[in-house]
């Protein structure tokens, strides 16, 4: 089995910064991609930011120059460095990792249990 732990959501007011973490850990054979998704309430759940094996990265235009991924391949974790944060960041965000389990040959997406970032006017 996989498990996604995340950590790190919390209230902050705006302006302010956080910082998401999210370890991966159980039979891990390789992992493909590893990204953060949000869902705000009455909305669809989107793509916030990836990184993908080789270290490109992707962002939602709407965190572009604000919200920073890494990953720390040795831990198999991942990050997302949120600064100059706004009311409308407020969601549930969700680890996401799409990988290989030891012994088996196909990719699969996992998922975190959702961490609250709320953002205060």
């Known amino acids: 089995?996989?498990?996604?732990?995340?950590?790190?959501?919390?209230l902050v007011q705006a302006g302010g910064s956080l910082r998401l973490s999210c370890a991966a850990s159980g039979s891990i054979g390789s992992i493909n991609r590893m990204?953060?998704?949000?869902q705000a309430p009455?909305?669809?759940?989107?793509?916030?930011?990836q990184t993908i094996s080789g270290g490109n990265t992707?962002?939602?235009?709407?965190v572009k120059g604000r919200?920073?991924?890494s990953r720390?391949?040795?831990k198999n974790t991942v990050y997302l460095q949120m600064n100059s944060l706004k009311p409308e960041d407020t969601a549930v965000?969700?680890?996401n990792a799409y990988?290989?389990?030891?012994?088996?040959?196909?990719?699969a997406d996992y998922w975190g249990q959702g961490t609250q970032v709320t953002v205060s006017s």
């Open 93 to 95: 965000y969700y680890c």
């Open 99 to 107: 990988l290989r389990r030891t012994g088996f040959w196909q990719l």
């Open 35 to 38: 990204a953060w998704y949000r």
């Open 58 to 62: 992707n962002y939602a235009d709407s």
């Open 42 to 49: 009455g909305k669809q759940r989107e793509l916030v930011a």
């Open 1 to 10: 089995q996989v498990q996604l732990a995340e950590s790190g959501g919390g």
């Open 72 to 74: 720390d391949n040795a």
């Open 67 to 69: 919200f920073t991924i």
